[in-house]
């Protein structure tokens, strides 16, 4: 790897980590004061409409973010055409989401629901405004501006929610930190950044573009379809509160997989399509990759799952007790979303766009089965049938993006498997620790958590874990860089 693309995916990664666990991180914090504050029935409200929120959003990007990002050379007719296409897409499905709103009220026998939808839906004209603005930060590395954005905004938006909380506005709480957080967001984009839209749309830069971006748009849809369907499965089915605990257990599964999904897609894929052309620098620069991330990654998911308990009863209480299961059981579901967004960028990176719907499609259509067991069984019995498809999901992406750059299936789980036995041993350990203090929720979170770290650093230390010593490396060189004796050189 050379020194300049290290410096820049060092860099890069930083920033985004800070800008992912900062932001998410807020979230999360601010999620648990409002989950004391809320009931569980009122966030299952909100999480009924996710699915159309998450869809409009897919469709209004369309792939286009992806698209410039790989192309090696934008014009400003390139980005001014994406924009124009994204503002008519935001405010077309916005009206189409106002008009549908009393459908879906009327779907879920929830009459507050449209109302909800009507205002929820704002912001996807507000997102339509701010998508191009990102996508050129993104393509130049630059997540430390978006890191402050990112910051200011969740304060902002979480200060809003709590204060509403408190006075009683319920559901609309959650409903203003939502909307108040994309505006604020989008407000700061267009200040700190300089891109300003050229007048004109050009057919040829939409062309081609949507060549690319289109196959990624109906990828996108599905997945976000399959994501999002439980919300629908269990709102429907069972009830707003059963799916306030699910969202919950969600929301704490996301904090460390979904991060580090997002860090990992932000940063790997322009840095990746830099070096598309030389196969050797891929491929070496992809297996650091999956190692490092999958090393962090497995320790995280298995020691979240090991100390879900203390965890929900000491940060949102008794009432959500419910919610513990569900999370210790999602938790298997999230370790295999860093590995899977890494392989499936290396699709991306290749052009192979058309190979990545059909993986989509044939992804999806064998979690139909998991959906009815859902709705036949329980919720329990749905996420097993996640975790069955997260592997099998695994395997298909590895499969077809070891092909192409001559890293096989079996190659990567030899490369990933130590860094799994190492996490099964730790989390083992933290449990067990755990139910010594069970009596004790506090003592208990507080011990599984020092014991957790420890572990995990002195038996990396001890056996000079690889991937371990590469991710302390990258640290250190961060740390250095950014000292202040440095800068005053």
Not at 125 to 153: G, P, W
Not at 416 to 423: D, E, N
Not at 449 to 454: F, H, N, P
Request: net charge positive; proline share 3%; with cysteine.
């Amino acid at each position: 790897m050379s020194s300049e693309l290290k410096q820049k995916t060092v860099s890069g990664l930083f920033w985004s980590l800070v800008d992912n666990f900062a932001t998410y991180g807020l979230a999360f914090v601010i999620g648990v004061i409002l989950a004391r504050l809320l009931t569980p029935s009122e966030f299952g409200l909100i999480g009924m409409i996710m699915i159309f929120i998450a869809l409009s959003r897919s469709v209004i990007d369309s792939g286009f973010s992806q698209a410039l990002i790989r192309k090696k050379e934008c014009s400003e007719t390139d980005y001014s055409t994406v924009f124009y296409f994204n503002l008519a897409a935001g405010a077309i499905l916005f009206g189409v989401l106002f008009w549908v709103a009393p459908y879906i009220s009327s779907f879920f026998n929830e009459p507050r629901l449209t109302s909800l939808v009507r205002v929820l839906g704002v912001v996807l004209v507000i997102d339509a405004l701010t998508i191009i603005q990102r996508t050129i930060l993104t393509r130049r590395l630059d997540f430390k501006l978006q890191t402050k954005i990112s910051v200011v905004a969740s304060l902002v938006s979480g200060a809003i929610a709590i204060i509403m909380a408190y006075r009683g506005f319920g559901v609309w709480s959650l409903v203003a930190r939502q909307v108040s957080q994309s505006a604020f967001h989008s407000l700061l984009l267009w200040f700190w950044n300089q891109w300003r839209p050229v007048w004109g749309f050009s057919k040829d830069s939409f062309r081609e573009l949507f060549s690319f971006g289109s196959k990624l748009l109906v990828s996108g849809l599905i997945d976000t379809a399959y994501r999002n369907i439980y919300y629908l499965v269990i709102g429907k089915y069972f009830s707003a509160t059963e799916l306030g605990y699910f969202t919950r257990a969600e929301q704490f599964k996301n904090l460390p997989s979904q991060n580090l999904s997002g860090v990992i897609s932000r940063v790997s894929f322009p840095v990746l399509a830099s070096i598309q052309d030389d196969l050797t620098r891929l491929k070496d620069y992809y297996r650091k990759l999956i190692r490092s991330t999958m090393f962090l990654t497995f320790v995280l998911m298995l020691g979240l799952s090991a100390v879900a308990k203390p965890t929900i009863l000491v940060l949102i209480g008794e009432k959500w007790r419910p919610s513990i299961i569900y999370l210790q059981m999602l938790c298997f579901v999230g370790m295999f979303y860093p590995l899977n967004a890494l392989n499936l960028n290396m699709l991306k990176v290749k052009g192979r766009s058309d190979l990545f719907l059909r993986l989509e499609v044939i992804k999806k259509v064998l979690a139909v089965p998991t959906i009815i067991a859902g709705i036949l069984w329980g919720i329990k019995v749905m996420i097993a049938g996640m975790m069955v498809n997260a592997v099998i999901a695994y395997y298909l992406n590895s499969y077809w993006s070891g092909q192409m750059i001559g890293y096989p299936l079996r190659d990567q789980v030899k490369d990933i498997l130590p860094s799994f036995l190492i996490a099964v041993f730790i989390s083992v350990a933290v449990f067990l620790v755990g139910q010594v203090f069970d009596a004790i929720t506090v003592l208990s979170l507080t011990v599984q958590l020092a014991t957790g770290t420890i572990l995990t650093v002195g038996l990396s230390e001890l056996i000079r874990f690889r991937d371990y010593l590469f991710l302390k490396n990258v640290l250190f060189e961060r740390l250095v860089e950014s000292s202040p004796s440095r800068d005053g050189l």
